[in-house]
């Protein structure tokens, strides 16, 4: 949280990117750490720290541009990819799904594991990490909890 760090879904982890706020052109240059954001309206988390760089601590969003630096794998190819799911409050109604999906892409391993905020998380891991599968996947299925296409590298 205090170090300077981003999440994203897609961006290879371990790669540098250029963040800039486009109201006020602040910009900062960060690591990608983590995965996220699971939140439809959003494509980056910042870390605090990155945040107030910018100037967007405080207002829980803004418009900015990325730009990848330096990346340790292609950003437009290859990767690892799943389909992340959640987080679910209840256990229950995230094994019940969990259920379902195991039916439905038998050759795909279902996990279901904690959130690191608490709740259960889904991922669908398709054979060969594919991305077009992922992809598949990810538009075919629907949920309250979110449906988010992630790469795992």
């Given amino acids: 949280m205090n170090r300077m760090s981003a999440a994203h879904l897609t961006i290879p982890l371990n790669s540098i990117v250029r963040v800039t706020n486009i109201k006020t052109g602040e910009s900062v240059v960060l690591p990608i750490t983590d995965r996220g954001p699971f939140v439809s309206d959003r494509v980056i988390d910042l870390s605090k720290a990155a945040a107030e760089k910018v100037g967007v601590y405080g207002h829980g969003g803004a418009?900015?541009?990325i730009e990848v630096l330096e990346s340790p794998a292609p950003v437009r190819t290859g990767g690892k990819w799943c389909v992340q799911i959640g987080a679910f409050s209840n256990n229950q109604d995230a094994t019940a799904l969990k259920a379902q999906l195991v039916r439905r892409y038998p050759t795909s391993r279902v996990l279901q594991f904690g959130?690191?905020?608490?709740?259960?998380w889904l991922r669908i891991r398709v054979p060969a990490d594919d991305k077009r599968r992922a992809e598949e996947i990810a538009k075919e299925t629907s949920t309250l909890a979110g449906v988010f296409l992630v790469r795992l590298d």
């Fill in 63 to 65: 418009m900015v541009k």
């Fill in 115 to 120: 959130a690191p905020d608490g709740g259960e």
